[in-house]
Structure formats: C-alpha cells, structure tokens
C-alpha cells in the first residue's frame, strides 16, 4: 500500500472507507459524513480486507482512524439499517456474526492504532474508538452510547472493552444514563489519552504517529502484544508468545542498529528486520 510505486489511496470498495498512505502511517478514514461518519453495513464489511491489508503490509507502521469532516468521529451504527438488520432474531445474530468477525480483524491488527476523534464518538463509534491503543480528542468531542435512549442491548464485547478501560462506576453511568460527554469528561474518566484544540489535532496525531513509525517495529510490535497480554486475566495470559516476540527483537538487525545509531549519535535507520 505504501511503497514507492502504489498509489496514496488504497481501493477498499467502498466510497464510505477511505485509506490513505502518509509515508508509513495508513489513515483510515470512515466517510459517510451526511450521517456523520455513521457505521454502514457497508463499511463495516470493508474493514476486515482493509485490515488484513495494512497488517501485512510492511511500508505500513502505524494506523490512524479517523472520521471525515469536521463533525464526527462516528456518530455509532446507521440507525436507518436497524428495521432490517437489527430486528428479527435471524438479523440479529447475523449482525452479532459480522461484528464478531470485525473485532477478530481489529485484534489481529498488531501495529499501534490510533484514534483521531472529532466531534461526535457515539454508540458504535465509542466501541470502535475502544479498539485503538490510543485516543487523542479534539476538545469539541462528544461521547456516550445513546442504546437505552434506543431500546436496544449493547453487545457484551463493547460493554467490557468499555468497563476495562474506565471502570464500572463511570461505564455505568454512560450507560444507564445516555448522555453525551464532553471532551473534557471523556479525559477525566481515562477514556481518552488527551485532548487538543481542534485546530491543532491533526496535527498532534500526525506528529505523534510519525514518532512512533520512526521507532523500531518488532519493538513496537511486542509492546503492544504485552499490553495486550497484560489485561488478560492471569492463567490466559499467552506469555510464550510475547517472550518469543522479545526473544526476535533481541536477534533482529534492527537490534544492532540501534546499538550503532546511539554510539554514533544518529537516529537509526529501522526495517522490521
């Protein structure tokens, strides 16, 4: 995707999901803004391949998600589609399966994801923000799962990506109660990692990408394959597989470049390698 000879714009399909090559940083962004970047049944079964796509595509160190305009992150699933696939209980589970199958493709992206919000992160959106290893907000965003407002039963997945994150207490409260909440709250609460002038965010995501690209890859990758072991319960916690991805680092070119790049005062030149 992201090579000398591709293209800046990687096809997904579909007009409603963008993905554009910024150097080694993939943004991805989710255009449906006459709905304010509403998750469609038809982005939704774009992502997968896109997904697939940027994890094997090594030119690609880091992702941004993003919504486009100035409006919305994502203002959560598009309500119009509800009457056909979120009604009968045959609907149901076949929208359970896709979303299932969704969070499968965003866990098995194992480079650093980050979430550029914007305005409203709603509902579904909220749940596809909790995937990012990192939520940089713009100070006019809005956050809050409308479902009570709904009648609908938020998936359990959501539910405790959201608990683990900012704890029972404040998931609580932005369930039962529906609200939104601001930009200024959603930090207080540890929801997102901080919040910027809106003028500004862009550049502050981009910034902080392009650092963490310049950064070495197996590293990077094993951190997040720690952390994410981490939070697992303690007996499913796959250690071998994070001991192995450290063990590769340690035997990596990059390794040794690292070594060179400080005893001669550069910054080094990582492959992945």
Known sequence: MTSSSSPAWHDTGTGQLLAEAVGAVAVVTFNNPAKRNALSSEMRAALPGLLLALQADRAVRV??????????????????EFGERRTSPQARAEYDRVSAALNRSWHDLGKPLIAMIRGFCIGGGLFTALQADIRIAADDGQFGVPAARLGLGPGFAGVTALTSLIGPSWTSEMLFSARRFSAAEALQMGLVNRVVPAASLRDEVMSLARAIAENAPLTVTACKAAIREAS???????????????????????YREGQRAFAEKRPPAFTGR
């Open 63 to 80: 992702v941004v998600m993003t919504g486009a305009g100035d409006k919305a992150f994502a203002s959560g699933a598009d309500i119009s």
């Open 232 to 254: 697992r319960p303690p007996g499913h916690q796959d250690t071998g597989r994070v001991e192995a991805m450290i063990e590769a680092c340690f035997r990596s070119d990059d």
